[in-house]
């Protein structure tokens, strides 16, 4: 046997006994989950009275007078409901290192989110609130993918596209970083065991460097499990590359070193380095596989391929059609619902895009969409909501939000046992809302689907805008495509999408109908301007494991000057 084969043949081993000991412990916590969500009422009254009564002494707390509320009621009553901008002062000052203002526990790290649908936010993140959504996904949706796929379940690695770049620190000295840095940070020394990637890929700047190098350690491994990604577009980006770049894949394995072009510092290359040997007998097996073209690759090169895993449906499905043409229609778990702010819901399903809602994270509340508006909305607990109904999620997070406006609105579409299994539709600030027609991502993305299909297109990616510049108003998008169309065309386009729109909102389409809105105009725009959009973000401090494309992006200056550059 070969020292590349034992090593191979030992880390296997050593992959199995972990994964198996994983989903033992995902099968004790998979019981406590179905008895909390038994007992989904009492369960999140309970976290609502832990999170006050541990920071009824802190600023916040005697502001609002934590230490009198004795029910959800009195919660109700005696503490608003806030966005971001009631934290931003409290949160100013924990970063200068100042105790007891939000909680009373020590801030971990600072959370930022992606900033790429709305400003970017600082969110407070202590040991207590990581560890109670992090149980969660580091156990039992290991636990329900098992679940759903006995029968294939291969116990190897897996192939995870993320990355632990910390941004900066604050004057306190806390670090500032993506919720996924602050994770992969916490398990930084079982990540070999569990993943094929060695933790210095994760602390790789450049995008395309970063996915590249995933990649060729995965290479490495003929019995991968899984691809995963928080965002099914991640995992598309790193297949992409595998197509872009196969030709160099396969000479660094056959070699067992980086070529000198991919852009990673001299220290970094060293040490990756370190890890690999030249293995000619799989750089032959992979270039086989490439020279017979890039339609279900994945399963080619790694037999023993289960499941993909990242959150896909709404504004994400796109994407599927086009992971699926790299995988064979691999099956795509959506594992769960999760924000920087809270842990919210876990997916029991592969076969379907719906979450159950976690009564243990957070306390939650439930808003009407129809109620966002008035001075006193009434809210809905965890308990109390209806089938088919849609809300917006509003939670109070051991971390010092106190029912915070997430942003998010979702639909009520089960019961799992008496939790609510919940559908995400749409961020509230995705809307675009020119004459009251509230056109949604769901909208959007439905009505661009079929306009594909019917013309027989294919998207890489989009953003739309309100365009007021003309009278009526008019929407304007951004499609980049695989190939090049004519300007009859891009009309074909316009006229099937308009038509597609008006079917999908009835109010989009009465307001066409009265001239109170245009037809809408098309951009074509240069291949590649959406990853030069990424790149662009991830500049200005988003990790690369949570960038998305905005779907509006009338605000956005620094997008649309990309955009607008880059239009043919």
Not at 3 to 13: A, D, G, N, T
Not at 72 to 92: C, G, H, L
Not at 270 to 291: H, Q, T, V
């Amino acid at each position: 046997m070969t020292k590349i084969y034992r090593k191979c043949f030992i880390m296997s081993i050593i992959s199995k006994v972990l994964y198996r000991t994983m989903i033992s412990a995902g099968g004790i916590l998979e019981k406590k989950f179905n008895k909390y969500t038994l007992n989904s009422k009492s369960v999140n009254e309970e976290v609502l009275f832990k999170i006050i009564n541990k920071n009824k002494k802190c600023k916040y707390g005697e502001k609002y007078n934590f230490s009198s509320i004795k029910s959800i009621n009195e919660y109700k009553e005696k503490v608003p409901i806030t966005d971001y901008s009631a934290y931003e002062q409290y949160i100013n000052e924990m970063l200068k290192g100042e105790k007891n203002i939000l909680i009373s526990d020590e801030v971990e790290y600072f959370g930022h989110t992606s900033g790429t649908t709305g400003k970017q936010k600082l969110i407070p993140v202590t040991k207590k609130s990581r560890e109670v959504g992090s149980k969660y996904m580091a156990l039992l949706i290991e636990r329900f993918a098992h679940n759903n796929l006995k029968k294939q379940w291969n116990y190897g690695r897996g192939l995870m596209l993320a990355d632990t770049v910390m941004t900066t620190y604050s004057d306190g000295g806390v670090p500032i970083c993506s919720a996924t840095s602050g994770g992969m940070e916490s398990i930084k020394n079982i990540l070999p065991k569990i993943y094929t990637s060695p933790y210095e890929v994760m602390k790789i700047k450049d995008k395309n460097a970063a996915l590249y190098l995933h990649l060729l350690f995965a290479l490495e491994d003929r019995n991968l499990t899984y691809i995963s990604g928080v965002f099914i577009s991640n995992v598309l980006d790193a297949l992409r590359i595998l197509e872009d770049k196969n030709e160099l894949l396969v000479k660094d394995i056959r070699r067992g070193s980086i070529n000198r072009n991919l852009n990673i510092d001299d220290e970094t290359r060293k040490k990756l380095n370190s890890y690999l040997k030249a293995n000619a007998g799989r750089a032959d097996e992979i270039e086989k596989e490439f020279s017979k073209g890039f339609r279900g690759i994945c399963r080619r090169l790694w037999p023993k391929i289960t499941y993909i895993a990242a959150v896909t449906g709404a504004n994400f499905s796109i994407y599927d059609d086009m992971v699926d043409y790299y995988t064979e229609s691999l099956p795509i778990y959506s594992p769960a619902y999760a924000a920087t702010e809270a842990m919210i819901g876990v997916n029991p399903y592969i076969s379907k895009i719906r979450y159950v809602v976690i009564p243990d994270t957070v306390f939650y509340e439930f808003m009407p969409i129809g109620e966002g508006n008035k001075d006193n909305p009434k809210t809905y607990c965890i308990d109390e909501l209806k089938v088919d109904e849609m809300y917006e999620v509003i939670v109070t997070n051991y971390a010092g939000l106190y029912r915070y406006r997430l942003g998010d609105v979702i639909k009520v579409v089960d019961y799992y046992n008496n939790s609510p299994e919940i559908e995400f539709l749409y961020r509230k600030n995705q809307v675009i809302n020119m004459v009251s027609e509230k056109t949604t991502e769901e909208h959007l993305r439905s009505s661009i689907d079929k306009t594909m299909k019917e013309l027989k297109l294919s998207l890489i990616d989009y953003t739309t805008l309100a365009d007021n510049t003309i009278t009526p108003g008019r929407y304007v998008f951004y499609f980049e495509l695989n190939k090049e169309i004519s300007k009859d065309k891009i009309k074909e386009i316009e006229r099937v999408l308009d038509l597609e729109l008006q079917k999908a909102n009835l109010a989009y389409g009465r307001f066409r109908k009265n001239n109170k809105l245009s037809c809408i105009s098309i951009n074509i725009v240069r291949k590649n301007t959406f990853d030069n959009i990424k790149k662009f973000l991830i500049s200005k401090g988003v990790s690369k494991s949570q960038i998305k494309i905005p779907r509006v992006a009338t605000n956005k200056k620094d997008i649309l000057r990309i955009l607008n550059d880059n239009r043919i």
